[in-house]
């Protein structure tokens, strides 16, 4: 097949997918497949046109303007897959950027510890953008997406903070970024909008940083007594993390009656 029938072929499904969403998008099962659909198809006719012309564009470039032109269309479905989709290829994108412009900026950072501090700050953002623009809603089926994303900017905290431990170095900006979206997420899911499932991370992350650090300073050589001191330090940390989240679901379930 020569470009002008990969390009028709591409098209003319686009099209049945936009067309097939348009006539049904009041269906609940079948408009959101369509509409994704219809998406993949739009990112592999970039592709077509990027590998046909030989544009010499990078990689990220390719999938930010994906996403950029997905934005309208899940505005206008109002679908967190899509809005999930859009984020994800935006995620995509800052990695592929950071392959091509490592240690941004300036070199201050190395490229890992840079690409795990946008990718922090850039999901954090979603997630505060989400919640603002979002619904009271607490079901699950309405939270999930921004769930995800919150996931993502906590291991993306956790690299950087066991990496300094591991490093045996504090640096300023990391550490006071860390240090905020800690505080931040705490005081909004705990006083503001409670989620039991934010909470949950975040006493997971806590407990897993302290074990790592026990870990790290206790074990230098293997000695029985670092393993046992470390053991008892993530049992009690994972006790107290539990007891909390308990004592914290009580006072939901009493305020609730």
Partial sequence: ????????????????????????????YLAPSLLVTASLLLG????????TYQTGANSWQLFFTWACLLIPWAIAAKSNAMW??????????????????????Q???TNERSLMI???????????????????????????????????????????AAQMIVEETILVIPLS??????????????????????????????????GAATIYWSLDDFNLGGLLFS???????????TSWLKQVRKEVNHDTE
Wanted: with cysteine; aromatic share 16%.
């Fill in 118 to 160: 946008w990718g922090m700050l850039f999901n954090a953002v979603a997630v505060a953008v989400w919640e603002a623009a979002a619904s009271h809603s607490n079901s699950a089926s309405s939270r999930w997406p921004m769930r995800l994303l919150g996931t993502l900017s906590a291991l993306c905290a956790f690299w950087i």
């Fill in 44 to 51: 592999a006719l970039l592709a077509l046109v990027g590998q």
């Fill in 177 to 210: 970024l860390v240090t905020f979206w800690l505080a931040s997420a705490f005081c909004f899911y705990r006083y503001l909008r409670l989620d039991m499932y934010f909470l949950s991370i975040l006493a997971m992350w806590g407990t897993a940083i302290v």
């Fill in 84 to 105: 999930l989709l859009v984020l994800s290829l935006l995620n995509l994108s800052l990695y592929l950027w950071h392959v091509v412009n490592p240690g941004w900026p």
């Fill in 1 to 28: 097949m020569n470009h002008i029938g990969h390009f028709v072929l591409v098209q003319t499904f686009l099209v049945a997918a936009i067309a097939g969403y348009w006539k049904w998008h009041r269906h609940p």
């Fill in 107 to 109: 070199d201050l950072w």
């Fill in 231 to 241: 053991t008892m330090v993530i049992l009690i940390m994972a006790s107290f993390a």
